[in-house]
């Protein structure tokens, strides 16, 4: 069984920055892909940010590229969500993903259904 828990969420102004934090347990890290991921009020789940095996391989939704990093420390069981110049369209819950099928160290998964496992979320909220 594979544990995942969000933290680092919060109430930030418009411009502002958070860094969210995910610790994933039960396998070895490195052997899974991570991925992030937020739901809006009235609003579908959607892709944020996602990071492959292999440190380095990572993609973003075009509404966040710029402003949004992902990035793992596999030595700490750990994802990072740096997220700056924050808007209030990025109002929303974050999710964390994780997923250990995945034979590729370097494909990054953009699909939830593509993820096997996720956390309870962690509230973003930015004020205008």
């Known amino acids: 069984q594979v544990h995942v828990v969000e933290s680092g969420g919060g109430l930030v102004q418009a411009g502002g920055s958070l860094r969210l934090s995910c610790a994933a347990s039960g396998r070895t890290f490195s052997s899974y892909a991570m991925g992030w991921f937020r739901q809006a009020p009235g609003k579908e789940r959607e892709f944020v940010a996602g990071?492959?095996?292999?440190?380095?391989?990572?993609s973003y939704a075009d509404s966040v590229k710029g402003r949004f990093t992902i990035s793992r420390d596999n030595a700490k069981n750990t994802v990072y969500l740096q997220m700056n110049s924050l808007k209030p369209e990025d109002t929303a819950v974050y999710y964390c993903?994780?997923?250990?099928?995945?034979?590729?160290?370097?494909?990054?998964?953009?699909?939830?259904?593509?993820?096997?496992?996720w956390g309870q979320g962690t509230q973003v909220t930015v004020s205008s």
């Open positions: 993903a994780a997923d250990g099928s995945s034979k590729s160290t370097i494909v990054v998964l953009t699909r939830s259904h593509e993820y096997e496992y």
């Open positions: 990071i492959a095996r292999r440190v380095g391989s990572t």
